[in-house]
């Protein structure tokens, strides 16, 4: 009995592994992502400048790229941070989403979808309106302790989300948990008002940073989160086979000798790690965890051996060309990146849960 399980689970979840060219097509979008925007903005620089100067960042590459010094100054100093920090918020928000969605077995998870935003939030907007002299541009002078804060909100909104969605049983069906995490987001949502109510002097600061930017003057910001991403994709990463495993069920995971619940706690801590590191530094910035795995995985097949990866690749790019489009479609005043990402990701929600509905009706 117990063979023929395992026989049958094995031949059930047995997926198809990451295919090279769209792993070279995620590298090829990351990099068009990132010379168009260092390329483009205020002032424009050419791109093939732009890449030969990258080159130059390389020891032992020395290239003339045609830049003048205050050129230079500007690709390396003010677009670079930016840049990259789009990459790393954009890659720790899709490979947070899919993770979600494969823990759950939900197509509607989603680190805001989930509460685990806000709760993220919370625990930013405590440290940041609460600390001795809080008033300056938040997103230029994060304090370290940030993160952790972030962290700490994160956990306990998706343990929320969590809980709430079994209040009627043990099924915790999409719906259930989009309901359950609407409910703890305004929850937290609440929180967060109360605080701002009580230190009035860092409201602007605090709602610039709510809607979403990736405004920064230097590589403090991304030194903050860097070692939360590499840990985040480490430990996700390492568990995308036991994701395959677990979307066919607890009982055939079982069967193969995995261990069910323990993989899905480390998968929830791994992804809340990445989301609160990701809000940390960015604000709320929605949707990107919806938006490219659902793609990936229509385009690339439904294994999570392929859909993790990827996500980290093209949610990179995605957002480093949202901020792009953010610092550029306005004129002079930047528009929220957060509002772009919403503006993309409203209908793309819509389309998705009436696919998950078709499929379960």
């Known amino acids: 009995m117990t063979a023929a399980l395992r026989g049958r689970s094995r031949g059930v979840v047995k997926p198809a592994g990451l295919r090279a060219g769209w792993l070279a097509g995620g590298i090829v979008a990351v990099l068009v992502a990132a010379i168009a925007g260092l390329a483009f903005g205020s002032v424009s620089l050419p791109p093939g400048g732009v890449a030969i100067e990258l080159l130059n960042l390389l020891p032992g590459v020395h290239l003339h790229s045609g830049l003048t010094t205050r050129e230079v100054a500007i690709l390396t100093e003010l677009r670079l941070p930016r840049v990259v920090l789009g990459l790393l918020v954009g890659g720790l928000l899709a490979l947070a989403g899919a993770a979600y969605q494969g823990v759950f077995r939900n197509p509607l998870a989603d680190p805001h979808l989930l509460g685990v935003a806000a709760g993220a939030g919370l625990g930013v907007t ?21 993160p952790v804060a972030a962290f700490a909100g994160a956990l306990i909104a998706v343990a929320m989300t969590w809980l709430l969605g079994a209040a009627g049983g043990r099924d915790r069906s999409p719906a259930t948990l989009i309901l359950a995490g609407v409910a703890v987001s305004a929850f ?14 860092t409201l602007r600061e605090v709602y610039s940073w709510l809607l979403g930017r990736l405004a920064t003057a230097g590589w403090h910001d991304v030194l903050i989160v860097l070692p939360y991403a590499v840990l985040t994709a480490v430990i996700v990463l390492s568990q995308r086979r036991e994701l395959d495993v677990l979307t066919v069920g607890d009982e055939e995971a079982t069967g193969l000798g995995l261990h069910p619940q323990r993989s899905r706690y480390l998968l929830i801590v791994a992804a809340s790690l990445g989301t609160a590191a990701a809000v940390s530094v960015s604000g709320l910035i929605g949707f990107v965890g919806i938006i ?26 995605f957002l480093a060309l949202a901020d792009l ?31 998950s509905r078709a499929v379960s009706s």
Do not use: K
């Open 126 to 146: 405590a440290v940041i309106s609460l600390r001795t002299g809080a008033v300056g541009d938040v997103t230029s002078d994060l304090p370290i302790g940030v």
């Open 188 to 201: 937290l949502a609440a929180g967060q008002t109360y605080l701002l109510q009580r230190n009035v002097e």
């Open 292 to 317: 490219v795995p659902h793609t990936m995985r229509l385009l690339a097949g439904p294994s999570y051996r392929s859909i993790l990866p990827l996500s980290v690749l093209f949610g990179g790019a």
């Open 325 to 355: 489009f953010a610092r550029t479609a306005g004129g002079q005043a930047e528009i929220p990146i957060g509002v772009i990402t919403a503006f993309f990701g409203a209908p793309f929600f819509i389309v998705v849960l009436r696919r």
